[in-house]
């Protein structure tokens, strides 16, 4: 155009236009990326934006630091609110919450319907208060509404009715600040794969405001704290499923925040990482008081180790709420018993496959039948006439087996094993109907080990059903096995000791 033309290179029609253009549409993107900071993330509407201005966030902190309190006879109550909620909710609603750091009043929220699915109430008027030095621990269902409440407390979703205060502010008209005093651990990892460990928590500490001549200590107390310094300088993606747990747990906790909030924290943990996730994490609120933790959790185990305050939730209400072992005196309504009985003694196991092998050879009591069956078992019938087989050589058949169980004197107990239906004793009985299956023969150690366990779980079983009368089988391991007893008056924890004791 140059060439061409006598106009200059910022003239209207060369870059002028443009330039102008660039220059409006980087003010106005600027003013509405500052408006869409400061307004809140739900959808905006003419009242919202009414409400936003009337509460003019950029004011300062002030106007929210006293928060107003509801009277209790303005909120929403369920008619059949457990009676240690509503208390809750009268103490809270009443203002009575002294040393309390953080309290929910009538949080709710309500994700609205769309063409293909109505609105859901994911969490319904919760109010409760933790106070410093505590451990709050959400127990609940898939769905239960226990991650929306986290997500509410943190800011990343607005919600519907109520609110909460963090040290007095106000999640909703003041969310920046309330978030200062939190450190989150959301239940997905939200790690960046090529930051090793440490850049990860310098990252982290430096958006916290960590100053640089503390940064060095922070980050390597951290990695102290957390059993990562072996895996400082690896990239997040190199980390197993535990190791990175650790990492978004070390991220909550760095800057010391007061209030820690961690979604599932063990998941995917194997037993020794928990326990010291649960070492860390106790050690840091209940043990030095400085911190208040909230988390969720789906094991009853894990919440009792922690907590000393849970709450249920079912359908995103308050069902329960107190010490685990106020809800275990008040719900509990059964006993459970574990039993783990010895091993099968080498020696036991010994003479139950020289019995079963004697019977075997003990050729003219056999059915034809039943010959041939040993002869294709064992190999070679000199063998079976000599009756020197090897016992792990010898393998039995499905019609040995029922043969075997009727000398034994219990043919309905093998009946498990050789049926086609799912076997689900817990004592590898499945396994073993699954290699009948599919070899055509158990082992003969096999099958008597799998019979003397069996003899221990049954005579435990007739013992314990005759000892406590409405007592029920809960499931078999493999190692131990589980009774509900009832919890009921002449029942006690010690009588049940007593008499357990006297037949050990
Ligand atoms: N963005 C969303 N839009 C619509 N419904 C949602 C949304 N997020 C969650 N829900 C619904 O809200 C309810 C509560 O979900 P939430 O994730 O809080 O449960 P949860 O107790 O944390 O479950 P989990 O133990 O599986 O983490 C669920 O029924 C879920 O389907």
């Known amino acids: 155009m140059k060439d061409k033309s006598s106009d200059g290179i910022f003239d209207w029609n060369v870059t002028g236009a443009s330039i102008c253009y660039l220059g409006i549409e980087a003010i106005g993107y600027f ?42 006879s303005e909120t929403s109550v369920h008619l059949d609110e457990d009676i240690d909620v509503r208390t809750e909710r009268n103490r809270v609603l009443s203002g009575s919450i002294d040393n309390t750091i953080l309290f929910l009043r009538n949080l ?76 989150y651990c959301p239940q997905f990892d939200a790690l960046l794969e090529y930051l090793t460990v440490q850049e990860h928590l310098e990252l982290y500490a430096r958006i916290k405001g960590v100053s640089d001549y503390r940064m060095n200590d922070v980050v390597l107390e951290k990695l102290v704290e957390f059993d990562l310094l072996k895996h400082a300088d690896k990239p997040s993606y190199t980390l197993t499923g535990g190791n990175k747990r650790k990492l978004s747990v070390a991220i909550a906790m760095i800057g010391d925040p007061p209030i820690v909030i961690l979604d599932e924290p063990s998941t995917g943990m194997d037993p020794i990482a928990k326990r010291f996730m649960w070492e860390v994490i106790s050690r840091l609120s209940t043990r030095q008081g400085k911190t208040a933790v909230i988390l969720t959790t789906h094991s009853m185990n894990e919440a009792q180790a922690l907590c000393t305050r849970i709450g249920i939730m079912v359908g995103g209400r308050l ?47 056999h059915p034809r039948s039943l010959l041939n069956d040993l002869e294709v078992c064992i190999g070679a019938i000199d063998s079976i006439t000599s009756g020197n087989a090897s016992v792990a050589e010898i393998s039995l058949s499905k019609e040995m087996i029922i043969v075997v169980g009727r000398w034994l004197g219990n043919e309905e107990r093998v009946k498990t094993l050789i049926s086609s239906r799912s076997n689900s004793d817990g004592l590898f009985g499945e396994q073993l109907s699954e290699q009948l299956v599919r070899e055509g023969g158990i082992p003969l150690p096999i099958f008597s080990e799998w019979w003397l366990a069996r003899e221990k779980f049954s005579a435990i079983d007739s013992f314990i059903l005759s000892s406590f009368p409405g007592a029920t089988f809960h499931g078999c391991n493999g190692l131990s096995v589980k009774y509900q007893l009832p919890y009921r008056e002449g029942l006690s924890l010690a009588d049940v000791f007593g008499h357990l004791e006297r037949n050990r």
């Not at 509407?45 to 009337?54: H, Q, S």
């Not at 719900?331 to 196991?349: C, M």
């Open 319 to 365: 069902r329960c709420i107190g010490s685990p072992q106020h809800l275990k005196t008040r719900f509990g309504n059964h006993l459970e018993l574990e039993i783990k009985p010895t091993e099968v003694s080498a020696s036991d196991l010994e003479n139950l496959c020289r019995i079963i092998q004697e019977m075997l050879f003990d050729i003219p009591s």
């Open 108 to 183: 709710q929220k309500v994700y609205p319907g769309g063409n293909h699915h109505r609105a859901k109430v994911a969490v319904d008027s919760l109010t409760f208060s933790v106070q410093a030095g505590e451990c709050f621990g959400f127990l609940g269902t898939n769905g239960a509404g226990k991650t929306t409440t986290l997500s509410m407390l943190t800011g990343e979703e607005s919600p519907t009715e109520g609110t909460a205060f963090i040290f007095g502010k106000d999640i909703s008209s003041n969310p920046k600040a309330a978030r200062r005093h939190i450190g």
């Open 31 to 72: 003013f509405l990326t500052l408006g869409l900071e400061l307004l809140p993330t739900c959808k905006l509407t003419p009242a919202r934006l009414m409400e936003w201005w009337r509460k003019k966030p950029f004011q300062g902190d002030d106007s929210v630091l006293e928060p107003f309190l509801k009277s209790s």
